[in-house]
T-cell receptor, first 115, second 118 residues
Framework: AQSVTQLGSHVSVSEGALVLLRCNYSSSVPPYLFWYVQYPNQGLQLLLKYTSAATLVKGINGFEAEFKKSETSFHLTKPSAHMSDAAEYFCAVSAPKAAGNKLTFGGGTRVLVKP | EAGVAQSPRYKIIEKRQSVAFWCNPISGHATLYWYQQILGQGPKLLIQFQNNGVVDDSQLPKDRFSAERLKGVDSTLKIQPAKLEDSAVYLC????????????????FGEGSRLTVL
């Protein structure tokens, strides 16, 4: 079984500051890992994904995440926050060899960007 | 390309009433998912279809929830009778082909249907 834990349900950053969202996973097999973003009153959209290739993954809107097997982590970062980054971010895990595309999501981290 | 369409966007009902949500996935997407997102939590998979067959419904409360995808395209999720704890956003998502590892986990979500049970 797979699971993810997102540390911090809310994060507040100043515009231009570093954004760091933490995600730790648990998986009995090498996982695939994802970050999704949800803007207010919208569905989720894929930011980036790790699928066992490069451990540093670059996504849309300047976000990137690094897979660290030793720490079972997949933290999301962005060097400089923009007001448009205010949203909720979800980390998710799937088992590559499992049937289907079943994703297990974390509880989410809501990002507030202060001017 | 049109995205995943869901309706209604909002629904308010009394407990013990019934409700149905509709989803039309992206054209050509074989796999369709229904997720439940309770306020403050991450989405939880309720049911997954591959074409018109059920792949996974292990977390669907079958005593009150049902879902179908009769022609392998659009889908309906029904709740009957509703309970207070069913208040949530019901998200529909679709993906091209669950067997393709290169796109594994790439789901396209609709805007969701927000249900309030009073």
């Amino acid at each position: 079984a797979q699971s993810v834990t997102q540390l911090g349900s809310h994060v507040s950053v100043s515009e231009g500051a570093l954004v760091l969202l933490r995600c730790n996973y648990s998986s009995s097999v090498p996982p695939y890992l994802f970050w999704y973003v949800q803007y207010p009153n919208q569905g989720l959209q894929l930011l980036l994904k790790y699928t066992s290739a490069a451990t540093l993954v670059k996504g849309i809107n300047g976000f990137e995440a690094e897979f660290k097997k030793s720490e079972t982590s997949f933290h999301l970062t962005k060097p400089s926050a923009h007001m448009s980054d205010a949203a909720e971010y979800f980390c998710a895990v799937s088992a590559p060899k499992a049937a289907g595309n079943k994703l297990t999501f974390g509880g989410g981290t809501r990002v507030l960007v202060k001017p | 390309e049109a995205g995943v369409a869901q309706s209604p966007r909002y629904k308010i009902i009394e407990k013990r009433q019934s409700v149905a949500f509709w989803c039309n996935p992206i054209s050509g997407h074989a796999t369709l998912y229904w997720y439940q997102q309770i306020l403050g939590q991450g989405p939880k998979l309720l049911i997954q279809f591959q074409n018109n067959g059920v792949v996974d419904d292990s977390q669907l409360p079958k005593d009150r929830f049902s879902a179908e995808r009769l022609k392998g395209v659009d889908s309906t999720l029904k709740i009957q009778p509703a309970k207070l704890e069913d208040s949530a956003v019901y998200l529909c998502a679709s993906s091209l082909d669950r067997s393709r590892t290169d796109i594994r986990g790439e789901l396209f979500f609709g805007e969701g249907s927000r249900l309030t049970v009073l």
